[in-house]
Nanobody, 124 residues
Framework: QVQLVESGGGLVQPGGSLTLSCVAS????????IAWFRQSSREGVACLST?????FVADSVEGRFTISRDGPKNTVYLQMNNLKPEDTGGYYC????????????????????WGQGTRVTVSS
């Protein structure tokens, strides 16, 4: 069983930045792939595999979003820069033992464990 808790959402002006955090806990959680999804489109915007070190960032956010991990804290971060109004929405982190293998684009239905989400609003 894996538990995920997201934080870091909020209101930001266009062009601003936010860092989302996903804290994972549970058995062997350090061996799971973690992905970030947009709620509205169910698009996987980024993922990270702790098993092979692979990462993926979607073309739609390439150059603006980066994903990283703090191993000892079991935390995965989504750094969001140059935010646009179209980035507004709920963001969820998800985990799966086979997640993000070889940096593959995360598919919504492939992830077993989900956090409660955090909301990002980009508005002037």
């Amino acid at each position: 069983q894996v538990q995920l808790v997201e934080s870091g959402g909020g209101l930001v002006q266009p062009g601003g930045s936010l860092t989302l955090s996903c804290v994972a806990s549970g058995t062997n959680v350090d061996r799971y792939g973690i992905a970030w999804f947009r709620q509205s489109s169910r698009e996987g915007v980024a993922c990270l595999s702790t098993r092979d070190g692979s990462t993926f960032v979607a073309d739609s956010v390439e150059g603006r979003f980066t994903i990283s991990r703090d191993g000892p804290k079991n935390t995965v971060y989504l750094q969001m820069n140059n935010l646009k109004p179209e980035d507004t929405g709920g963001y969820y982190c998800a985990a799966d033992f086979f997640g993000c293998r070889s940096g593959s684009k995360p598919a919504y239905n492939d992830y077993r464990y989900w956090g409660q989400g955090t909301r990002v609003t980009v508005s002037s």
